[in-house]
């Protein structure tokens, strides 16, 4: 049996909060603050906007795959070590990216500050299942959820206000003074959390792990339910700018405040949800943000399909999509996290290396589909509320189970 090191069940203090909400905002930063730097990129690097979109699929790439190494690592040599390994490489590929001179060179150097940034959720949510389970997981989750909501907010505003004073390469440069400032607030207020250290697996080994995770219903179902909304977010993520700056005639800055007021829907979904998961229970908070994923998810695409060209007919149903995802994500990570204390990392790993797996391929056939309109990238947030409502039906009974903390 493995040795759990002896931790405080208290609440997490404010701090701790904070900076697990900053790592697990760490993919998004990478995201949102260049999104609305991507027409400007394709322009000094002398490419098409959708080759210029082929940056954000190598990120999406890199985070896929850097997922998948960082939880079994930091099972085996600490939560801490390993963390302070990706934001090193995060801070290194991101000086690189701004000496980019090409688009195919930075689309390979954003894969690899995407597996330097996939450190941060990962090992944030280990963190969390190595301290809390059950609800108390999950509130600590929507919590740190709601600082992970500042970050899409204000991100796209620092990267319009960088594009306009510096240029393009100052996104990167911001982003790697973020990563030394998480590697000092990390030593600060970070203690160890990981059981006791295990020899590392070999590959062979990792992924039959990896499959027998996937064979477990108890942490299949849930997950699959978080799958479906994130496509929805993906969706959006990736080809909003597209869509709102060159086909509805947005400025970068414009685009920004739009990108602003749809991540408000997620604070306020963490906010609620923070609230109501102790009330409730988890499963309960799963059904509610599924179905509001899919109303909002056919509501955006119904508008788009009859060919509404105004910005608020994709922010608003946008905005309660995400929403709906903070009652899900937080949720959906507590629940597959929870039967398998032992192989948090793993775990945690496979959740969001497939995710971003998956994300960089709708990411790359957005970018190829792209007509002018809102139709595809609509299409897809209402086909991922809808599988993620279907996928309700999925979860195991105990999943509706209330607990204390472990």
Not at 316 to 327: D, E, T, W
């Amino acid at each position: 049996m493995l040795d759990w090191p002896a931790l405080p069940q208290a609440p997490a203090s404010l701090q701790l909060t904070l900076l697990l909400g900053f790592l697990i905002a760490l993919v998004a930063l990478g995201i949102d603050s260049t999104v609305p730097a991507l027409p400007a990129v394709a322009i000094a690097l002398g490419s098409a906007p959708g080759a210029a979109q082929l940056t954000l699929t190598g990120l999406f790439a890199g985070v896929a795959c850097g997922q998948l190494a960082w939880g079994p690592l930091s099972d085996r040599y600490g939560r801490r070590p390993t963390l302070y390994g990706g934001l090193a490489l995060m801070a290194l590929a991101s000086l690189a990216s701004a000496l980019a001179a090409d688009v195919a060179t930075l689309a390979w150097l954003r894969f690899a500050q995407g597996i330097g940034l996939s450190c941060g959720p990962v090992i944030g949510r280990s963190i969390v299942r190595d301290l809390y389970s059950h609800e108390q997981a999950a509130r600590l989750l929507s919590r740190m959820t709601i600082v992970f909501g500042f970050v899409p907010v204000f991100a796209p505003l620092a990267g319009s206000a960088l594009l306009d004073a510096a240029g393009w390469q100052a996104v990167f440069w911001l982003h790697a003074a973020i990563a030394l400032a998480l590697v000092t607030a990390s030593g600060r207020v970070l203690a160890e959390t990981a059981p006791r250290r295990r020899a590392i697996e070999s590959p062979l080994a990792m992924a039959l792990g990896y499959a027998r995770l996937l064979g477990q219903r108890a942490f299949l179902a849930p997950f699959l339910v978080m799958l479906g909304v994130q496509l929805g977010i993906i969706a959006f993520v990736t080809n909003s700018a597209v869509t709102l700056i060159r086909g509805f005639g947005l400025t970068p800055y414009q685009y920004s405040f739009v990108f602003a007021l749809v991540m408000l829907g997620q604070i306020g979904g963490a906010f609620a949800g923070s609230r109501l998961v102790t009330r409730h229970g988890v499963r309960a908070m799963l059904r509610l943000g599924a179905a509001f994923a899919a109303c909002a998810g056919i509501a955006v695409a119904a508008l788009a399909w009859i060919d509404v060209r105004h910005w608020a007919a994709v922010a608003l149903p946008m905005c309660a999509y995400l929403f709906a995802a903070s009652l899900v994500i937080p949720n959906a990570t507590a629940a597959a996290l929870q039967p398998f204390p032992e192989r948090a990392g793993s775990a945690s790993s496979l959740m969001g290396a497939l995710a971003f797996g998956v994300g960089a391929l709708l990411g790359a056939v957005l970018g190829w589909s792209f007509d002018g309109s809102a139709r595809p990238m609509a299409s897809a947030a209402a086909l991922g509320g809808a599988a993620a409502w279907l996928a309700i039906g999925l979860l195991p009974p105990q999943t509706a189970q209330a607990h204390g903390p472990r």
